[in-house]
């Protein structure tokens, strides 16, 4: 089987074989998101080839969104994250799936009565009890995204004493029983981050951020309203029902 791939590698244009090597690369973490690519010459005797068959190579990585040519500066690594915003998918699966390293840090946990707006995404009356967690999601240690969870405390009792951390939100899901949960509803939003947003994603304040506001169920309940916002330089949201 090694010998037929190493074949069918070797039938591939050059370009498309640099394209793939520096894919590698990329995903292995040898080559980092933000960082300068050695320069056109270097690149192009480091792969014995031509300057415009290593163009080539740059241009698909550019279109893909894994890198970001500057004219007069140089090119950088901006691999975008893909999200799939179907019914049954979640982020941090996302980025398993594409052999990406998910994390998240809750920066805080409270409880409050829920506003009528929340409520009405969660389906009790106004004033219940929900628990908040506030987190920032990364994969490979880049940051991507913030997020606020609205838990109802009535099917999450005490969830904000016992939840110290958590990779993915399904986590919290699954310790109370909600193992099949999906996306009843969602909506997105394009603008710019405030102060803190742009601090926390760590990105230029004129930079513009996806939030996407979602309500997820379980056992024909809403269980979950979140209000997550990425770093709309790194993540490319798509529907995939």
């Given at each position: 089987m090694d010998d037929r791939m190493d074949e069918l590698t070797e039938l591939r244009p050059h370009w498309r074989r640099i394209e793939m090597a520096l894919l590698?690369?990329?995903?292995?973490?040898?080559?980092?998101?933000?960082?300068?690519?050695?320069?056109e010459n270097i690149l192009a005797r480091q792969f014995g080839v031509t300057r415009t068959t290593l163009r080539r190579a740059l241009n698909e990585l550019q279109a893909k969104g894994v890198l970001r040519i500057e004219r007069g500066r140089g090119t950088f690594v901006t691999r975008h994250f893909r999200y799939d915003l179907g019914r049954r998918s979640s982020f941090m699966a996302n980025l398993r799936e594409a052999?990406?390293?998910?994390?998240?840090?809750?920066?805080?946990?409270?409880?409050?009565?829920?506003?009528?707006?929340?409520?009405?995404?969660?389906?009790?009356p106004a004033g219940d009890a929900i628990l908040v967690f506030d987190t920032v999601g990364k994969a490979n240690d880049v940051i991507l995204s913030m997020t606020r969870h609205h838990l109802p405390a009535r099917h999450?009792?005490?969830?904000?004493?016992?939840?110290?951390?958590?990779?993915?939100?399904?986590?919290?899901?699954?310790m109370y029983g909600h193992r099949d949960s999906w996306r009843s509803y969602c909506e997105i939003e394009a603008r710019l981050p405030t102060l803190d947003e742009a601090h926390r994603l760590e990105q230029s304040k004129t930079d513009p951020v996806l939030e996407i506001r979602s309500v997820k169920r379980a056992n024909d309940v809403p269980i979950d309203y979140t209000v997550a916002r990425f770093a709309a330089g790194r993540v490319t949201a798509f529907f995939n029902n």
């Open positions: 590698q690369e990329i995903d292995a973490g040898a080559l980092p998101v933000g960082q300068k690519l050695p320069g052999s990406l390293a998910p994390s998240a840090q809750i920066l805080t946990r409270f409880t409050i009565a829920a506003p009528s707006d929340v409520a009405e995404r969660l389906d009790i999450f009792p005490e969830a904000n004493i016992h939840v110290a951390h958590f990779v993915g939100i399904t986590e919290v899901y699954e």
